[in-house]
């Protein structure tokens, strides 16, 4: 049996006890939700969004007996995957006499749904014309039937959520159902884009206009990362040594660079021994290479102006307008000007409070510094 098991997770949301540094946020959000306000959780991709929500949904149903139900609506595309994810999330999610219940509730529905093997998405298979509506109507109103058949608080929450914004009209379909469920469930809607959020909650048109209260995750802090790093360096026999700092100032706060990193470090070092700082560069030299095709795909999704916006925040540290780095890279104020919104609605940069601009992946932004070398 393996028992040397590398610690550091990147590759998917991390255990509810694994999750640092962020007490405080899950308690804010459970705040909210105790109090039946709905909340709108932003962050960038990777900051940890799906890893904190079920650490909240683990302690709201623990500490407030909370009915927990995690809906995935990453690339959701029409309103029959919204129905499918929303049956899966409450499949998932409910264990004991209270699915008993639920299925007792979904049954008499009438329109197919299950906690079963054979619920919506089955029939959606074999009967492709279905209407899906009438099932996601009873699954949207499952929260108002907790409620009456036991007094159950339902706390729903929403990852990938700027994904509906593709679906014409389920916002509204939304809405119409969760403004009854202020006594009954709380929502939180997260998403990783800002401009798709932005769009969603804060356009006056939309109907989630101002229906959420927003909430931001931000990075973390080094000191947090550094007592994470070097306890589970001690727990699996070895030390993180003097490769700590180089790794805290390549991941700049980064939640899941920060992993990336620490992951790739320990494999470098042997049982019983400390890491060096020609292990850290190994391990630095590893992460760059695995994520050279990441980098390759994301650069090829942006177009000129924007590649060069990048190139330019990053040969003026922050400040993209530098006369001589414009010139050199043949770019425009004004291309520049229409670039940074768009990246900044993607989350590719972030504006800082002290002014300027930061990418927001802080290995994409030594990749970018790479390039400006190379050109
Ligand atoms: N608070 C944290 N403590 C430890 N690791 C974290 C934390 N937040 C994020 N991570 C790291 O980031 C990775 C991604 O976390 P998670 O999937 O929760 O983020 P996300 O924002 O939901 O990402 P995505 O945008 O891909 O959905 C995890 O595998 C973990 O390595
Ligand atoms: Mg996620």
């Not at 028992?3 to 590759?11: A, C, G, H, Q």
């Not at 540094?21 to 705040?31: A, I």
């Not at 500490?63 to 139900?69: Q, S, Y």
């Not at 006369?323 to 590719?348: I, N, Y």
């Amino acid at each position: 049996m393996i028992t040397d098991v590398n610690p550091f997770v990147y590759s998917h949301p991390v255990a509810p006890e694994d999750v640092i540094d962020r007490d405080e946020e899950v308690r804010q959000l459970l705040r909210h939700v105790v109090g039946g306000h709905f909340v709108r959780l932003y962050a960038p991709r990777k900051y940890g969004k799906t890893s904190l929500l079920r650490r909240a949904l683990r302690d709201g149903e623990r500490d407030e007996g909370l009915v927990p139900v995690l809906v995935d609506l990453y690339r959701v595309s029409s309103v029959a995957d919204v129905t499918v994810r929303l049956e899966r999330a409450y499949a998932k999610e409910l264990k004991g006499e209270l699915r008993k219940r639920v299925e007792a509730l979904l049954q008499r529905t009438g329109v197919g749904l299950s906690l079963g093997a054979l619920g919506i998405s089955a029939r959606l298979q074999l009967e492709p014309r279905r209407d899906p509506l009438p099932a996601l109507h009873a699954l949207l109103e499952l929260p108002l039937r907790l409620d009456a058949s036991g007094g159950y608080r339902a706390f729903v929450v929403f990852d990938e959520f700027q994904d509906i914004g593709r679906i014409e009209g389920l916002d509204g379909l939304l809405r119409s159902h969760i403004q009854h469920h202020g006594e009954v469930a709380s929502y939180v809607f997260a998403g990783s884009e800002p401009g798709l959020m932005r769009l969603l909650f804060e356009t006056k048109e939309r109907p989630l206009y101002g229906a959420a209260v927003p909430m931001r995750l931000g990075r973390l802090a080094d000191a947090d990362i550094a007592g994470y790093v070097a306890e589970r360096f001690d727990l699996s026999g070895r030390s993180a040594g003097e490769a700590v700092n180089p790794l805290l100032r390549a991941a700049r706060g980064h939640p899941q660079r920060a992993m990336l990193l620490a992951h790739r470090l320990w494999e470098e070092v042997a049982p019983g021994t400390e890491a060096t700082i020609e292990a850290w560069e190994a391990a630095h030299a590893a992460a760059m290479r695995e994520l050279e095709p990441e980098f390759d795909a994301q650069w090829r999704g942006l177009d000129l102006s924007e590649q060069k916006t990048l190139r330019s925040l990053s040969l003026g540290d922050g400040s993209p307008y530098r006369s001589a780095v414009l010139r050199r890279l043949e770019l425009t104020k004004d291309a520049v000007r229409r670039a940074l919104p768009r990246l900044a609605a993607t989350a590719e940069i972030e504006e800082l409070d002290a002014g300027g601009y930061a990418i927001v992946d802080p290995l994409l932004a030594e990749w970018i510094g790479r390039l400006n070398d190379r050109a």
